[in-house]
């Protein structure tokens, strides 16, 4: 069982940044495909970023693409996103989630996220 939690979000300014961090605990993260989700009001959960266990690097949805960063540490056992450039339609609840499959997806287990709101 792995138990994800997740801090960072908050509310900023368009144009502004934040990083957001997920620390797992009860298993090293090393292992497990890792994932960032966002959920904004009235919309469906979408696939924000992902990161493979011994990636040095990931991918990152086309509407972030150039904007938002996935990285890992696993010394730490922590997963970040770093987001520049946030615009209000970033305006959501981040989710963090780890897999135990090298792909992309499903997705196992999940954090109870973190708001991010970005004013005009």
């Known amino acids: 069982q792995v138990q994800l939690v997740e801090s960072g979000g908050g509310l900023v300014q368009a144009g502004g940044s934040l990083r957001l961090s997920c620390t797992a605990s009860?298993?090293?993260?090393?292992?497990?495909?890792m994932g960032w989700f966002r959920q904004a009001p009235g919309k469906e959960r979408e696939f924000v970023a992902g990161?493979?266990?011994?990636?040095?690097?990931?991918y990152t949805a086309d509407s972030a693409k150039g904007r938002f960063t996935i990285s890992r540490d696993n010394i730490k056992n922590t997963v970040y996103l770093q987001m520049n450039s946030l615009k209000p339609e970033d305006t959501a609840v981040y989710y963090c989630?780890?897999?135990?499959?090298?792909?992309?997806?499903?997705?196992?287990?999940w954090g109870q996220g973190t708001q991010v709101t970005v004013s005009s």
């Open positions: 009860g298993r090293t993260l090393s292992s497990y495909t």
């Open positions: 989630a780890a897999g135990v499959r090298s792909t992309l997806g499903p997705f196992d287990y």
């Open positions: 990161i493979y266990g011994s990636a040095a690097s990931g």
